[in-house]
């Protein structure tokens, strides 16, 4: 049995990439961050699905309160880390920083 989740495209507002020949590639979903007034749960702000202005628009505040949350942020924690850094790699000096062109 092979389960599956069918989502139409259009009608959920989803952005389809195409490679150099016109073949789709990949599915995007705009997405965009609230934050929380009370936040719960070490989260401090939710994730939703963000609409083109004229689809917003048209919906009612009940409507936009109930699509669904897709996810929460909350602020990394990089003790858990064990005092690694981010990033180990040699910082490199700019050169000729008079040569830009703005």
């Known amino acids: 049995?092979?389960?599956?989740?069918?989502?139409?495209?259009?009608?959920?507002?989803?952005?389809?990439?195409?490679?150099?020949?016109?073949r789709p590639k990949a599915a995007y979903l705009d997405l965009t961050a609230w934050a929380l007034k009370n936040p719960k749960y070490e989260e401090t702000h939710m994730i939703k699905q963000s609409l083109p202005k004229e689809v917003r628009?048209?919906?009612?505040?009940?409507?936009?309160?109930?699509?669904?949350i897709l996810g929460g942020l909350r602020p990394a924690n990089f003790e858990a880390l064990n005092g690694a850094s981010t990033c180990d790699a040699p910082f490199a000096q700019a050169q000729n920083l008079n040569d830009l062109p703005f």
């Open 57 to 68: 628009e048209k919906m009612t505040d009940e409507e936009k309160k109930a699509m669904p």
């Open 1 to 22: 049995m092979l389960r599956c989740l069918v989502i139409p495209i259009e009608e959920n507002n989803i952005f389809i990439s195409t490679d150099e020949n016109n």
